[in-house]
């Protein structure tokens, strides 16, 4: 080996020795706990190896009910989330004057702690035997009767839950793709009017193209994202989030390190194994279908 790939690997020594402390380490940990039966926290324990904690969590109707909430909101957040942000910023894209500031407004929304936008929200959804609140009484004008979003029908806390995650995310999607847009040459433009090319042809043909990359990267980032969604639904429902029937994957492997099911570590890693199995999964499927429909100049 040469003295220049030394010098390469020495530059790369401090992110590799912190990649692995944090990252490969606590990683293979996670595997260990998960094979471990019967593990004792307070004596670090454990009377066999297999896979009876795998098991237990995919037969534990908390797990599968976290599961569920999870699986609906990657499916109903990721995919209109980004689809809502493509039109915000293909109409910011098209606006001359004022751009700058309503991208700053459409922006505002990501740089709010995400608790206090939470309280926002459960204020305007809750229902009390005060005050139906806000919503509630817009819904009354069409003649709608009082929904209890906060602790109401499971249908009604999930719309308030996509719709609070969908908000959140979307400033940070629309800035993306506002950027990618920009990128755009106006040359391929150009081109296509001179050819007589519809609006909406050059937007299937060229915008489309041009920025799938970006698309991509929301769509990716979107997933993994809505897969360890946590704080939403604790800043909407609360802590308890088994009793409000609104837990995710990663709020059931909090709960079963220090929740009032804590102390089962084991468990616990089982869960957070399954979620990376998926997490992965979908992340290799995306990387296939990316193949075909991605286009990087």
Request: with cysteine; hydrophobic share 50%; aromatic share 16%.
């Amino acid at each position: 080996m040469d003295n220049k790939s030394w010098k390469g690997w020495l530059y790369l020594l401090p992110a590799i020795a912190f990649l692995g402390a944090f990252l490969v380490y606590p990683l293979i940990d996670v595997f260990i706990y998960s094979v471990e039966e019967g593990y004792n926290s307070a004596s670090q324990t454990y009377f066999g190896v297999g896979l009876y904690n795998f098991s237990y969590v995919l037969h534990d109707p908390y797990f599968l009910q976290a599961l569920k909430n999870t699986l609906i909101l990657v499916l109903i957040t990721v995919p209109l989330s980004t689809g809502i942000a493509l039109l915000i910023s293909v109409a910011l894209s098209s606006i001359q004057k004022l751009r700058e500031l309503f991208q700053t407004v459409f922006f505002l929304p990501y740089v709010t702690n995400t608790l206090a936008v939470g309280l926002v929200f459960m204020i305007l959804f809750k229902k009390t035997p005060y005050s139906d609140g806000l919503i509630n009484l817009l819904l009354s004008v069409f003649g709608i009767s009082p929904i209890d979003f906060i602790g109401g029908p499971y249908w009604a806390k999930m719309f308030v839950l996509c719709f609070y995650t969908v908000w959140v995310v979307m400033p940070f999607k629309i800035l993306i793709l506002t950027s990618a847009l920009a990128s755009v040459s106006q040359v391929y433009y150009n081109a296509a009017r001179v050819d007589g090319t519809s609006r909406g042809r050059m937007f299937r043909k060229i915008t489309l193209p041009m920025i799938s990359p970006s698309i991509f990267y929301l769509v990716i980032t979107g997933f993994i994202g809505a897969f360890k969604a946590y704080s939403d639904a604790v800043a909407l429902f609360g802590t308890d989030l088994n009793a409000a029937g609104m837990n995710t994957i990663v709020g059931y492997v909090y709960d079963m390190l220090y929740g009032n099911a804590g102390g089962y570590p084991s468990y616990a890693s089982a869960a957070a194994i399954v979620l990376f199995s998926i997490v992965l999964t979908i992340t290799v499927i995306n990387l296939l279908v990316s193949k075909k429909h991605v286009h990087y100049v």
